[in-house]
C-alpha cells in the first residue's frame, strides 16, 4: 500500500464554484518534490492541509475534518473505462492518489501512517458538489458519483509530518465498528435512515455528520 502521488492545487477561476471568489483549487497535479501536513484548522478558518495546496471555498471545504482527501487509483481506473478518457493522479482533486488501499471501504477512524511522521484518520466520504461537476464536464455527474458510491475519504492530521510521492502506507488503526467512508456517504446523502447507525463511529466521525445524526435522532424522538 503506498500513496503514487502528493497533489496540490492553485487558485484557477471557474464558472462552476459555489464560492464567492470564483476561484477553485480542485484541478490538483503531483508534486515533485516532499510536502508538510498540518492540521489546517477549524473549518470556515482552515483551508487544506497540505502546505502549497489552495482551498478557495471555505465555506464548503478544508478544515480539520477535511483536511486531506484520498482516492484510490484503482476507482479511477474503473471510471476510466466508463468515462471513455484518461484520469491522470489528481482528477478527481484529490490529494493523495493511493494504489493497493480500499479507501472508499475505509472505516471512519481508521488510521493510517503515511511515511516517517504522518498520521491521518479517515473522518468522511466526499459528497459532490457543482465544482467538481463543473471541473469534471460530465452530463449528471453529481448523480452518478452518488450512485456509484466509489467516494474516496476525507482525512484529518493525527501526527502532522511531511511526505513525497511514493511513500508507503501503514494502517495502524482499524476500530471494532463497521462503518465506512461510503457508508457514511450512504447516510448523508440518499440513505438518511441510516443517520443513527453513524454515532458508533464516535467522535472519529466528521463533526457534520455527528451533528446531522444527533438531529436525525432528535427529530425522531421529539415525533414519537
Not at 35 to 47: A, I, L, T
Not at 51 to 71: E, F, I, K, N, P
Not at 200 to 223: C, I, M, P, R, V
Request: aromatic share 4%; proline share 5%; hydrophobic share 35%.
Amino acid at each position: 500500500m503506498k500513496v503514487l502521488t502528493v497533489n496540490l492545487g492553485r487558485p484557477t477561476p471557474s464558472a462552476h464554484t459555489d464560492g464567492a471568489s470564483g476561484l477553485t483549487g480542485i484541478g490538483k497535479h503531483p508534486s515533485e518534490g516532499p510536502v508538510r501536513v498540518d492540521d489546517p484548522g477549524p473549518k470556515g478558518s482552515g483551508g487544506s492541509g497540505l502546505t502549497g495546496d489552495s482551498v478557495c471555498d471555505l465555506r464548503h471545504h478544508g478544515g480539520s475534518d477535511q483536511a486531506v482527501y484520498a482516492y484510490a487509483r484503482e476507482e479511477l481506473d474503473v471510471w476510466e473505462e466508463q468515462l471513455g478518457r484518461p484520469l491522470p493522479n489528481g482528477s478527481f482533486g484529490e490529494n493523495l492518489t493511493t494504489s493497493g488501499i480500499d479507501v472508499s471501504h475505509a472505516r471512519i477512524g481508521e488510521r493510517w501512517r503515511i511515511g516517517d511522521e504522518l498520521v491521518l484518520e479517515v473522518t468522511s466520504g466526499r459528497i459532490p458538489c457543482r465544482t467538481f461537476a463543473g471541473h469534471m464536464g460530465e452530463r449528471g455527474w453529481v448523480k452518478r458519483f452518488t450512485r456509484e458510491g466509489a467516494t474516496g475519504a476525507y482525512l484529518r492530521v493525527i501526527v502532522p509530518g511531511t511526505i513525497r510521492s511514493g511513500d508507503a502506507i501503514e494502517v495502524v488503526h482499524v476500530p471494532a465498528h463497521g462503518i465506512t467512508a461510503a457508508l457514511e456517504f450512504r447516510a448523508t446523502t440518499t440513505e438518511r435512515e441510516l443517520l443513527p447507525r453513524m454515532l458508533e463511529a464516535g467522535d472519529a466521525l466528521h463533526s457534520e455528520t455527528l451533528l446531522a445524526a444527533q438531529a436525525y435522532l432528535a427529530k425522531q424522538a421529539a415525533a414519537s
